[in-house]
């Protein structure tokens, strides 16, 4: 029972998002670009990453639950875990271990005396969780900006990894600016539709954060406004992805353009469309679902790429 209870606390299926999401980028995108050109050791690096991110997500979404226990009382009693099967004080060393274990994963996987950026930036993704929990999520849009950022940043992290500072943008291989623009381009998908997952999240949550005293977006601006946001940023998102569907077209890579629209453009309009019409908590947790089953197919659309690089 305590097993089942930890899992669900770390919050596995984000976890195993983080995970698909770097190894769609390690094996779809970054290997056939720099086919037969990959250095020695790699893997080895890719994989402590990977544990890596994963290790500090975990250790965020128990530091989260530890902080929310209260709003988490009257906004989903049910999924409770902290307080009932695990103890508090356990909580928090979990918390710690894992967090210090994605931090020493990240030291071993790059040289942190010539990537030592990397090690910093993990180091601020553990900070930024722990205050994301103790504060910036209960104020406007601070909070969700830092998950949104956070999100991106698990593709970043590989893309960095696989140069030195100095030589990621420019020079060497012709491959390493193709690999600049797919990790731009799915940063900033996870980056949008994070955004937009979140706001969905604190109308969905609104009751349980207005008693303790939260900020957010819908408390502050109104369930109307928020609705705005999110609508302005789904349809950024959707006129971005047809853009890169003209530029993709002109490679003729017909299959990449047939996913894109049917499951990733359509939905994101389904969303938009449903989004007008919800007002019960149980309309937008179906909103949020879509939403992160958009950032599934999203995830998945590298794999298109595999054939075409």
């Known amino acids: 029972m305590k097993i089942a209870a930890f899992f669900k606390l770390v919050r596995y299926p984000n976890l195993i998002f983080i995970a698909l999401t770097q190894v769609m980028f390690q094996y779809c995108i970054y290997l056939p670009v720099y086919r037969g050109l990959v250095p020695e050791g790699d893997l080895f690096q890719f994989l ?3 544990l890596a991110s994963v290790f500090i997500a975990a250790g965020g979404n128990i530091i989260n639950d530890y902080f929310d226990m209260n709003i988490d009382r009257i906004n989903k009693p049910q999924k409770m875990i902290i307080g009932k099967y695990i103890n508090r004080r356990w909580a928090l060393v979990w918390h710690l271990v894992l967090s210090v274990l994605g931090i020493l994963l990240t030291a071993i996987a790059v040289n942190p005396f010539s990537r030592w950026y990397l ?54 291989h012709t491959g390493q600016l193709k690999l600049f623009r797919f990790a731009v381009l799915y940063a900033g998908f996870a980056f949008i539709i994070s955004l937009v997952r979140e706001a969905i999240k604190d109308v969905e949550d609104i009751a349980g954060d207005q008693k303790y005293g939260c900020n957010t977006m819908p408390i502050a601006w109104g369930v109307n406004a928020t609705k705005v946001y999110v609508a302005v940023w789904l349809t950024l998102l959707i006129a971005l992805l047809l853009v890169v569907q003209f530029y993709i077209l002109q490679l003729g890579w017909w299959p990449g353009v047939v996913y894109c629209v049917l499951l990733i ?18 309309e937008y947790h179906y909103l949020s679902m879509v939403t992160k089953g958009l950032m599934l197919t999203g995830i998945l659309s590298m794999g298109i790429f595999y054939f075409y690089l």
């Open 48 to 50: 402590l990453l990977m």
């Open 119 to 172: 090690v910093v930036a993990n180091i601020a993704c553990v900070l930024l969780l722990w205050f994301y929990s103790v504060k910036f999520k209960k104020e406007i849009l601070i909070g969700n900006i830092v998950i949104s950022l956070l999100t991106a940043w698990t593709i970043m992290i590989i893309f960095l990894s696989k140069f030195s500072f100095s030589d990621a943008f420019g020079g060497g």
């Open 265 to 282: 453009i359509v939905p994101a309009a389904y969303l938009l469309r449903k989004l007008v019409a919800a007002n019960t908590p149980g």
